[in-house]
T-cell receptor, first 114, second 116 residues
Framework: EDKVVQSPLSLVVHEGDTVTLNCSYE??????LLWYKQEKKAPTFLFML????IEKKSGRLSSILDKKELFSILNITATQTGDSAIYLC??????????????FGTGTRLQVTL | KAGVTQTPRYLIKTRGQQVTLSCSPI?????VSWYQQTPGQGLQFLFE???????NKGNFPGRFSGRQFSNSRSEMNVSTLELGDSALYLC???????????????FGEGSRLTVL
């Protein structure tokens, strides 16, 4: 069965800090790994990673995938209070010719304080 | 472009009742997926519909069912509600690329179900 484990479960940082969120996974026939941000209810897409070692970057957020060690990290630099949210990691298995479904981790709850 | 719309946003039911939740995807999106979110389990995949056909199903009992209409709108139904069905039910739409990949999911605000 596919599995995604995120760490830490929660953390509190001060505005301006840099944080690293971790995601390890076990999946049959890997296709992609995705990061989502959930502030209130609707998760919003951050990144999709398919290849090892290629960093995806969007503003202060960046992410990288290691397909050999089966993990990904999400970095947030110069954190702001608006970064407070639950960060979800998900993996998509690849089944040739059929649709796939996402397996999510339970998320990391980030709180950024002033 | 309007986002994913889910109705109702909140509902309270009692054990044994049944409930139907509705999801209208982003215009042009052909795939609708449903997820259950609970504090302990996180988001768990229920099922996915594409062009009115169920393409994939998660590990939920048969009390959970769904369908998709020709306009891509989707409904999910839970019969014989149990206390453990209390959760946030999220719908997501996507326009999958070729090869069966899921593609980026666009989530709705969810339907918060409380079972008493």
């Amino acid at each position: 069965e596919d599995k995604v484990v995120q760490s830490p479960l929660s953390l509190v940082v001060h505005e301006g800090d840099t944080v690293t969120l971790n995601c390890s996974y076990e999946v049959t026939n890997f296709r992609s790994l995705l990061w989502y941000k959930q502030e209130k209810k609707a998760p919003t897409f951050l990144f999709m990673l398919t290849s090892s070692g290629i960093e995806k970057k969007s503003g202060r957020l960046s992410s990288i995938l290691d397909k050999k060690e089966l993990f990904s990290i999400l970095n947030i630099t110069a954190t702001q209070t608006g970064d407070s949210a639950i960060y979800l990691c998900a993996v998509e298995p690849g089944n040739t010719g059929t649709a796939s479904k996402l397996t999510f981790g339970t998320g990391t709850r980030l709180q950024v304080t002033l | 472009k309007a986002g994913v719309t889910q109705t109702p946003r909140y509902l309270i039911k009692t054990r044994g009742q049944q409930v139907t939740l509705s999801c209208s995807p982003i215009s042009g999106h052909r795939s609708v997926s449903w997820y259950q979110q609970t504090p302990g389990q996180g988001l768990q995949f229920l099922f996915e519909y594409f062009s009115e056909t169920q393409r994939n199903k998660g590990n939920f009992p048969g009390r959970f069912s769904g369908r998709q209409f020709s306009n891509s709108r989707s409904e999910m139904n839970v019969s014989t509600l149990e206390l453990g069905d209390s959760a946030l039910y999220l719908c997501a739409s996507s326009d999958p690329p070729s090869g069966g990949a899921t593609g980026e999911l666009f989530f709705g605000e969810g339907s918060r179900l409380t079972v008493l």
